[in-house]
């Protein structure tokens, strides 16, 4: 078993940045991806950013230059850089990890208003 536990939301102005961060309770191995996920209230749960245990990352287009994915694969951690933050960025983050199963964290509130 996994846990996941995310850091890092809270409240920025539109243009702003936040960093978030997701740290495994163990070690797992190869083949695996972490992620993020949001979700939005009323609305399902969508992609963010994937990124593969050789690198491989997947973004969603509504963040395609502006987030960021990065992995510390020694430290079992994945980040996210979101850079000009738009309202419409605001929902409840989740970190992911597939590796075998899905895994999730509790998620972190991101919320862009001014």
């Known amino acids: 078993q996994v846990q996941l536990v995310e850091s890092g939301g809270g409240l920025v102005q539109p243009g702003g940045s936040l960093r978030l961060a997701c740290s495994a309770s163990r070690r797992f191995f190869s083949p695996n991806t972490m992620g993020w996920y949001r979700q939005a209230p009323g609305k399902q749960r969508e992609l963010v950013a994937t990124?593969?245990?050789?690198?491989?990352?997947n973004y969603a287009d509504s963040v395609k230059g502006r987030f960021t994915i990065s992995r510390d694969y020694a430290q079992n951690t994945v980040n996210l850089q979101m850079n000009s933050l738009q309202p419409e960025d605001t929902a409840v983050y989740y970190c992911n990890l597939n590796w075998g199963k899905e895994y999730w964290g509790q998620g972190t509130q991101v919320t862009v208003s001014s």
């Open positions: 990124m593969s245990n050789i690198g491989r990352t």
